[in-house]
């Protein structure tokens, strides 16, 4: 069983940037792949990039691509979300989500839908506003 505590969120400008952690518990993650999510008021939950258990391998979504980096220390049982570049549009609640498995799915259904992955952390919040 793994538990995940999402930090770092918070309010900042268009074009500043942000590092958001997920630490995990209970389990060793780097059994594990980790993605972030997120979901913005009235909307659906969406996915942002998922790592490999090893750090090897990540996928990141278009519309975040070229502003946002996900990596991982599995010294320290942790994963990171950097955001650069910040945008109104950004702002969601953030999740970390993990699923039992290192390797990266070859489907991108199975690497970006959230009813493929067992463990949620609760969210932070990232509003983006001037």
């Known amino acids: 069983q793994v538990q995940l505590v999402e930090s770092g969120g918070g309010l900042v400008r268009p074009g500043d940037s942000l590092r958001l952690s997920c630490a995990a518990s209970?389990?060793?993650?780097?059994?594990?792949?980790t993605a972030w999510f997120r979901q913005a008021p009235g909307k659906e939950r969406e996915f942002v990039a998922i790592i490999s258990g090893t750090g090897g391998s990540t996928f990141v979504a278009d519309s975040v691509k070229g502003r946002f980096t996900i990596s991982r220390n599995n010294v320290k049982n942790q994963v990171y979300l950097e955001m650069n570049s910040v945008k109104p549009e950004d702002t969601a609640i953030y999740y970390c989500?993990?699923?039992?498995?290192?390797?990266?799915?070859?489907?991108?259904?199975?690497?970006?839908?959230?009813?493929?992955?067992?463990?949620w952390g609760q969210g932070t919040q990232v509003t983006v506003s001037s």
């Open positions: 209970g389990s060793t993650l780097s059994n594990h792949r």
């Open positions: 989500a993990a699923e039992l498995g290192g390797v990266l799915p070859a489907s991108s259904r199975n690497r970006m839908s959230p009813d493929k992955y067992r463990y």
